[in-house]
């Protein structure tokens, strides 16, 4: 069964598609990363 998004203002956070979230968690984790790295 494919997944259905609801359609609504763009800003809903609903209306956001997952891949947004994994985005910010990847950039989170990479930031993290570099920090303990002692990359500047």
């Known amino acids: 069964m494919k997944p259905c998004f609801k359609r609504g203002k763009p800003d809903d956070l609903e209306t ?3 891949v947004y979230f994994a985005l910010v968690m990847a950039t ?3 930031a993290i990363s570099t920090d303990l790295h002692g990359v500047p």
Do not use: D, K, W
């Open 16 to 18: 956001l598609h997952p």
């Open 28 to 30: 989170g984790i990479v």
